[in-house]
């Protein structure tokens, strides 16, 4: 399946969670040539403008310990009560074998360092980590620890 002509996902296989607000999906970005990840919110009560500006805050949001927001966009859908609903969909950066700081085996003061200075960041940019938890937390193949989840 292409979506939006340019992020190309199978819904069967490229599954990978299914969240509070999200479902998640593996994608690959043909413009690009790189894979990214895929959130199709599905319990946000935000007005369409108000998803718009979250989503550009974070866009512009750079950070070492932050995933990375890199397109967001939204699309109009009747339901089966004949109801229009907006589909808003969020594409983050890949994170290559991300494990859960739960299973990583690094030093716990560079990732509490790490973790802390995602957050500090975010708070600089009038932005909030509003389900920090470890599972909200990967390490990368190469112990570099992220956020995810934050801003929305």
């Not at 199978?10 to 607000?21: E, K, N, S, V």
């Amino acid at each position: 399946m292409l979506l939006n002509n340019r992020y190309e996902y199978h819904p069967q296989t490229d599954f990978i969670a299914d969240g509070r607000a999200a479902k998640v999906y593996k994608a690959f970005d043909t413009h690009t040539n790189q894979d990214v990840i895929i959130k199709f919110y599905h319990s946000l009560s935000l007005l369409s403008s108000a998803f718009a500006a979250n989503m550009n805050n974070i866009k512009v949001l750079q950070h070492e310990n932050l995933v990375q927001l890199f397109d967001y966009f939204e699309f109009e859908h009747i339901n089966y009560f004949g109801q229009i609903d907006q589909i808003r969909i969020g594409v983050w950066e890949y994170v290559e074998s991300a494990k859960t700081i739960n299973t990583a085996a690094i030093d716990a003061e560079i990732a509490a360092r790490s973790v802390l200075a995602g957050l500090q960041y975010l708070h600089e940019n009038d932005c909030q980590h509003l389900d920090l938890n470890p599972n909200n937390v990967l390490v990368t193949t190469d112990g570099q620890v992220k956020l995810n989840n934050y801003g929305i």
